[in-house]
T-cell receptor, first 114, second 114 residues
Framework: EPEVTQTPSHQVTQMGQEVILRCVPI?????FYWYRQILGQKVEFLVS????????KSEIFDDQFSVERPDGSNFTLKIRSTKLEDSAMYFC????????????FGPGTRLTVT | AQSVTQLGSHVSVSEGALVLLRCNYS??????LFWYVQYPNQGLQLLLK??????LVKGINGFEAEFKKSETSFHLTKPSAHMSDAAEYFC????????????FGKGTRLSVIA
């Protein structure tokens, strides 16, 4: 069964450093999302991406964040200058076109900022 | 704005007992509704969804949920708990376009006691 994959599974970085989190969505999906889950808290939406542009973003997704689909398969989230409060599990999700509506989530990348 | 309330951050049941996890939504128009499960150190897996049609929906692993418009609820049930059901369960909604991001509840941790 096709699945969303994410790399790395765990990333440790120092405050102020740039990180890139990578995702490979399911191949025929056209809608892509990033969510994050701070330890012990609920899953929060960051950004959605469709047709090579951001379709919606939350207040969390400030100028320090960017997303890109550099080729036909990868979908990346970049944090330009990490802060301690960026430490969280980051989930990528994708959705097929049409009326199925469910989003399929990857296993997540745990980002630890020290 | 949509919101999701999950009553009970932690529910504990005996093996073989009924599982009931509560979810209420706040939306002027009934949204699309989802339940996701998160096993330890894993991503989010879709259990079931309601979009249209029959209000009692069946999902994987013996779970089902009933959409009750009058109560703005979408409670998750399973007749007989199994040890392997121990996980975090998240209720989520999106608007009826299906294009908006998911809004998650805070989650309910289910423990199953032998």
């Amino acid at each position: 069964e096709p699945e969303v994959t994410q790399t790395p599974s765990h990333q440790v970085t120092q405050m102020g450093q740039e990180v890139i989190l990578r995702c490979v969505p399911i191949s025929n999906h056209l809608y892509f999302y990033w969510y994050r889950q701070i330890l012990g808290q609920k899953v929060e939406f960051l950004v959605s991406f469709y047709n090579n542009e951001i379709s919606e973003k939350s207040e969390i997704f400030d100028d320090q964040f960017s997303v890109e689909r550099p080729d036909g398969s990868n979908f990346t989230l970049k944090i330009r200058s990490t802060k301690l409060e960026d430490s969280a599990m980051y989930f990528c999700a994708s959705r097929a076109p049409g009326g199925t509506y469910e989003q399929y989530f990857g296993p997540g990348t745990r980002l630890t900022v020290t | 704005a949509q919101s999701v309330t999950q009553l009970g951050s932690h529910v504990s049941v005996s093996e073989g007992a009924l599982v009931l996890l509560r979810c209420n939504y706040s939306s002027s128009v009934p949204p699309y509704l989802f339940w996701y499960v998160q096993y330890p150190n894993q991503g989010l897996q879709l259990l079931l969804k309601y979009t249209t049609g029959a209000t009692l929906v069946k999902g994987i692993n013996g779970f089902e949920a009933e959409f009750k418009k009058s109560e703005t609820s979408f409670h998750l049930t399973k007749p007989s708990a199994h040890m392997s059901d121990a996980a975090e369960y998240f209720c989520a909604v999106s608007d009826r376009s299906g294009n908006t991001p998911l809004v998650f509840g805070k989650g309910t941790r289910l423990s199953v006691i032998a």
